[in-house]
């Protein structure tokens, strides 16, 4: 059994990723695995500021951002699971800025866990697109998971939910 940490940064709750999201959480849960899904697209996540204060704060305390916000619950459960899950329609070539936020709030982990704590977990992207950009977001993808140095356990790329079988397959393939 793997803990499944899912950020979807998408602002539509029933849209398109969304439905990606929950045939992977099905294919997931099939498989005994454990989910926790944040929708980082309503929660309180700033930006990050640059000040490298999770650099100099003590490392015994994963929350040592010095932004308080959502992100804190978010820092809690990256530190128990197994695998990141990033989900986002293509917005401007891109995830949507309420994904980029969280993602580049993970520099706190880096500052209190070290880079090859991230090293340890596997990545995963479920990704929608409509007019174009897809080859954008999954260039990103690839850039995140090299420089972090996870395992990349797969990408779905759905243009509308045509692929809804290979989240759920890409769900049940993790054990």
């Not at 997931?28 to 100099?56: Q, T």
């Not at 809690?76 to 994904?99: E, N, Y």
């Not at 420089?147 to 243009?159: A, Q, R």
């Amino acid at each position: 059994m793997k803990k499944i940490m899912i950020l979807n940064g998408s602002p539509r709750k029933n849209g398109k990723t969304a439905s990606l999201i929950k045939a992977f959480i099905e294919g997931a849960e099939s498989s005994g695995n454990e989910i926790v899904k944040f929708d980082v697209a309503h929660m309180d996540i700033h930006g990050c500021l640059g000040c490298m204060a999770c650099e100099s704060k003590p490392k015994d305390d994963p929350n040592n951002c010095a932004i308080k916000d959502d992100m804190n619950q978010i820092y809690g459960a990256i530190m128990d699971c197994d695998v990141i899950v990033l989900a986002s329609p293509v917005f401007w070539w891109g995830p949507t800025s309420q994904l980029k936020a969280a993602v580049d709030r993970l520099e706190a982990i880096i500052g209190h866990a070290g880079l090859e704590f991230l090293r340890s977990k596997s990545t995963a992207l479920l990704m929608t697109y409509m007019g174009g950009g897809s080859q954008a977001l999954r260039s990103w993808y690839s850039i995140f998971s090299k420089v972090v140095g996870c395992e990349d356990l797969g990408t779905v790329i759905s243009y509308g939910t045509e692929k809804l079988d290979d989240a759920r397959k890409l769900g049940a393939s993790i054990q």
